[in-house]
């Protein structure tokens, strides 16, 4: 059973993140050959509060 984690800024839409599924569903399915019930996905969204890249935090660095 293929279980993927992904970690995302928070601010997407619950149809951005269906298609993502969907996609990696089938990028899963099609690179293992495993049944599409097999694949678990887990998606973990963070606050741009929580992130951070070369000592910025991502909120900061929008402003």
């Known amino acids: 059973m293929p279980i993927v984690e992904i970690k995302l800024l928070e601010g997407r839409t ?27 996905i887990t998606l973990l969204e963070m606050a741009q509060e929580n992130y951070a890249v070369a000592g910025v935090l991502w909120i900061d660095s929008k402003k």
């Open 14 to 40: 619950l149809e951005q993140k269906k298609k993502l599924a969907s996609a990696v569903t089938d990028a899963v399915v099609q690179s293992l050959g495993v049944n599409p019930d097999s694949v678990r």
